[in-house]
């Protein structure tokens, strides 16, 4: 059994990540044998090697494939979304119920503990995941919508950190309600804004202008040299 007649290289790779993404869910990465998912592709153990050099490859490769469609299916009805608009839409997404595909992520990460030769590849994965968020968010603060001041890179790792943890965090652990984590997410998002004095009218959230640099206070109303030391705060 080698490669498919009629069948283009590339329908064959697509065969082999559908397979693979398949059979990890169902199995785990380490559960899942590179025969299986030969086999499933209807491929030769040959043919698969030609397009994926290991099981790790493999799994890595099936991630981007989620991940492309993802981004496609995004960027689908609106293809020029705002930055926040995307982020939020991405957000929504995170405490749901998730396609077999989006159990890749947690393979992935379990396997990279144990194995090297799936850390590697990892590693370069979310390097690119991260790269990915930081240029939306970099777009975002040339259009103004976020805040020129935060840093890029230190707002795609806290999204990496949420996406990871929703991954684990599955609805049948803990569910929340989506309007209300709609709402959350939306006064985050809302709170990277940039202030804007330029016009004369305070910070771009709405908020009034005399408010704007005072030490907010949340502890019990006192005045905020209450707070100067932190010793007497027991």
């Given amino acids: 059994m080698g490669r498919i007649a009629g069948v283009t290289a590339a ?42 050099g290991s099981k790790a490859e493999l799994l890595v490769a099936a991630l981007r494939a989620h991940a492309r469609r993802r981004l496609e299916s995004l960027f689908a009805g609106d293809p020029d979304r705002s930055a926040t608009d995307l982020l939020l839409e991405l957000g929504r ?14 393979e992935a990460l379990v396997a990279a503990r144990r194995d090297e030769s799936v850390a590697g590849p990892m590693r370069d994965y979310m390097s690119e995941r991260a790269e990915w968020i930081s240029d939306l968010l970099r777009t975002g603060q040339g259009d103004r919508e976020i805040d020129p001041g935060l840093s890029p890179d230190a707002l795609a790792h806290f999204c990496l950190l949420l ?3 929703s991954a684990v965090v599955t609805p049948t652990l803990h569910h929340v309600d989506d309007a209300e984590w709609t709402a959350l997410l939306t006064r985050i998002i809302a709170g990277l804004a940039p202030l804007d004095r330029t016009a004369g009218n305070g910070p771009a959230c709405g908020c009034p202008d005399e408010t704007v640099g005072e030490p907010v206070n949340t502890y019990l109303d006192e005045p905020s040299e209450r707070l100067a030391d932190p010793t007497e705060i027991a």
């Fill in 11 to 52: 329908e064959t790779r697509e065969r082999l990540l559908r397979a693979a993404a398949d059979a990890f869910a169902e199995h785990g990465y380490d559960g899942t044998r590179v025969a299986d998912i030969a086999a499933a592709a209807g491929v030769s153990n040959g043919a698969l090697y030609a397009h994926f």
């Fill in 93 to 106: 997404a995170l405490p749901r119920d998730r396609d077999p595909d989006g159990y890749l992520i947690v």
């Fill in 163 to 165: 996406a990871m943890g």
